[in-house]
Structures are given as C-alpha cells and as structure tokens.
Antibody
Framework: EVQLVESGGGLVQPGGSLRLACSSS????????MTWVRQAPGKGLKWVSA????????YYADSVKGRFTISRDNSNNMVYLQMDSLRAEDTATYYC?????????????WGQGTLVTVSS | EIVLTQSPDFQSVTPKERVTITCRAS??????SHWYQQKPGHSPKLLIN???QSLSGVPSRFSGSGSGTNFTLTINGLEPEDAATYYC?????????FGQGTKLEIK
C-alpha cells in the first residue's frame, strides 16, 4: 500500500523558515517524480514545486521561486520542501504527492497534508 | 501559464442525476488533463487521468472526455457520496496548474 506522510508544518512568523518532510513507502520511490501542492484555507489547489526522479531536476511556481527549495533523499524515500522568507500568503495546507512519471504527469497518490500558518 | 477555467463553480444536484463539469484550457494541452475529487477535510483523490483514462477502484459512473482545450468530467447517476469539490489539472507544461474547482452539493 502506498503511503505518503507529511510533517514539519506549524506556526511561523513572517520572514521565518520551515522545512516540510514527506515520508514515502509502498512504491519504488526513486523511479517517480514527486511534487508539493498547497491549498490556502477555503481555497483551491495550487501547484508549488516538483522534483524529477533520476537527474533530480527541480521546478517551482513563480510565487515561491527563490524562497522554496525542493529536494529528495532516495536512500530514505523522503522528499523535502525548505521554505524560507515565508509570507502570510504562504499560509496553506501543503500536500506531498507522487507523480505518475519520472518528470511530469498526474498525481496518483497524496499525503494527508500538513498545515503551515505564517502569522505574527 | 496555462489557465484552466472550470464551469460551473457550484452546482446543487439530486441523486441519480447526470452531472457534467467542464474544464477549458487557455491553450492546447493535448490530452494532459486530469481530474481529482476532494471531500471536505480530505486530500484530493485522482479520478481520471489523460482526459479519459479510468482508474481501478474509481466507480464506473465517473468518466472523462476531451482534448486540446476542452475537457469534461461526467458523473452518470450521482450518488450522495459524490458531494465534493472537483478539480481539473494540466501536466502539459510548466507551471502545472489546476482549475478553480467545482463544488457539487447533493440536494
């Protein structure tokens, strides 16, 4: 059974940092791209970032480029999202998802999400 | 950026009704359109991939169609448990984007 479990969310002040983690199991992690999608309270889904399998190429939404960094540890089946210079508009539930392909595709498995609140 | 526009934003429907949700892309995305269902307090769940590909475990009343810029999710014979928000998503080009969502309320 595929499982994705996010952790690391919480309350942080504007300008602060958080590191989200996503622990994966039940599939050959190194073969698939992984992605982060966020959802502000009461709002829709927004793609944040993705990392491919193999070459580990990274991709970002313009709204987080230069502030967020995605990475993966294939040895431990983990994907991370380092979030710096956080803003109030980054407040959201962050979902980790497995991508169907090595670079892009649909998101066939999702974690339960972790809530990030940016507020003073 | 490819903008996905769903219609309607909200629909109140009765059980057993046939429901159609559309997703229009601002430029052609081929068949790289996918549909997700999200129930309150839950994470999204994949329903349809690449416009019309069904998934094992998804009820057969859910189907998808379309290509290019116009896509449709159809629910034939709505069930009470289908109350949810539905999102389309494109994986054709970066940045990947989602539609704004369509909320289905069951009368």
């Amino acid at each position: 059974e595929v499982q994705l479990v996010e952790s690391g969310g919480g309350l942080v002040q504007p300008g602060g940092s958080l590191r989200l983690a996503c622990s994966s199991s039940g599939f050959n992690f190194h073969m698939y791209a992984m992605t982060w999608v966020r959802q502000a309270p009461g709002k829709g889904l927004k793609w944040v970032s993705a990392i491919s399998s193999g070459d580990g190429a990274t991709y970002y939404a313009d709204s987080v480029k230069g502030r967020f960094t995605i990475s993966r540890d294939n040895s431990n089946n983990m994907v991370y999202l380092q979030m710096d210079s956080l803003r109030a508009e980054d407040t959201a539930t962050y979902y980790c998802a497995k991508v169907s392909g090595t670079h892009g595709g649909f998101y066939d498995q999702w974690g339960q999400g972790t809530l990030v609140t940016v507020s003073s | 950026e490819i903008v996905l526009t769903q219609s309607p934003d909200f629909q109140s429907v009765t059980p057993k009704e046939r429901v159609t949700i559309t997703c229009r892309a601002s430029q052609s995305i081929g068949r790289s359109s996918h549909w997700y269902q999200q129930k309150p307090g839950h994470s999204p769940k994949l329903l349809i991939n690449y416009a019309s590909q069904s998934l094992s475990g998804v009820p057969s009343r859910f189907s998808g169609s379309g290509s290019g810029t116009n896509f449709t999710l159809t629910i034939n014979g709505l069930e009470p448990e289908d109350a949810a928000t539905y999102y389309c998503h494109q994986s054709s080009s970066l940045p990947y984007t989602f539609g704004q969502g369509t909320k289905l309320e069951i009368k």
